[in-house]
């Protein structure tokens, strides 16, 4: 998580703070109050807020969401989303993107020569369904960029650092800035993949009636 602030345009970040994700919901709250007591600051002070809902683990981006709503809706603090896919091809000034996904997939960014971006989950069907194959990828871990080198050996890879909660604050400005903000009655995570449960469990006996 980070804390910024806005001042004509120029974003000042003022603290910044990592938690394991396995910790991520214990510990989640207080490290976003340390945030503010270090600025001097409280949630009520807060202009909006920025969520970075996905991809990643169904825990950890539920966890985040919901305190990023239970945060936001007594104050009334407008939210902003951005996916982690976006914030890493912005890193890196590329138009796509693909992080691990494990199970032999990755979550992909193409973006499209309308401008326009597609984010899914893609495996070896999706590589080779590809048209066009992206000239230029944006990585930040082995595993996708080994299962991207093997189906598009063309593709150029643009290795950057992990996305960071600054980045994605450095990224929506200009969003904060037009009122872009999501509704978060509605707001879900962007997940592009089925959890375990949908994917292993098993279907509901029907009762006859």
């Not at 709503?69 to 993107?97: D, H, Q």
């Not at 009655?185 to 029907?206: M, N, T």
């Amino acid at each position: 998580m980070a804390l910024g602030r806005l001042t004509d345009g120029e974003l000042e970040i003022l603290g910044q703070a990592e938690i394991e994700g396995r910790h991520c919901a214990e510990l989640l709250v207080a490290e976003v109050r340390d945030l503010l007591v270090a600025a001097g600051l409280k949630v009520r002070d807060l202009a909006a807020m920025v969520a970075v809902y996905g991809p990643g683990s169904f825990t950890g981006v539920r966890v985040c969401l919901a305190a990023v709503k239970g945060l936001a809706e007594p104050a009334g603090t407008p939210v902003v989303v951005a996916s982690r896919l976006e914030v890493l091809a912005w890193n890196a000034g590329a138009g796509s993107a693909a992080l691990d996904a494990h199970r032999g997939e990755v979550y992909l960014r193409m973006g499209g020569q309308d401008g326009e971006a597609r984010e899914f989950l893609a495996g070896t069907a999706e590589f080779a369904a590809a048209d066009p194959v992206p000239d230029r990828v944006a990585l930040s871990d082995d595993a996708a960029a080994a299962l991207l080198a093997a189906a598009w050996p063309g593709a150029e890879q643009i290795r950057v650092p992990a996305p960071t909660a600054a980045d994605a604050l450095r990224l929506c400005v200009a969003r904060v800035e037009a009122g872009e903000f999501a509704d978060l009655e509605h707001l879900d995570g962007h997940y592009l993949r089925r959890s375990d449960a949908e994917i292993f469990g098993e279907p509901a006996a029907v009762k006859s009636l």
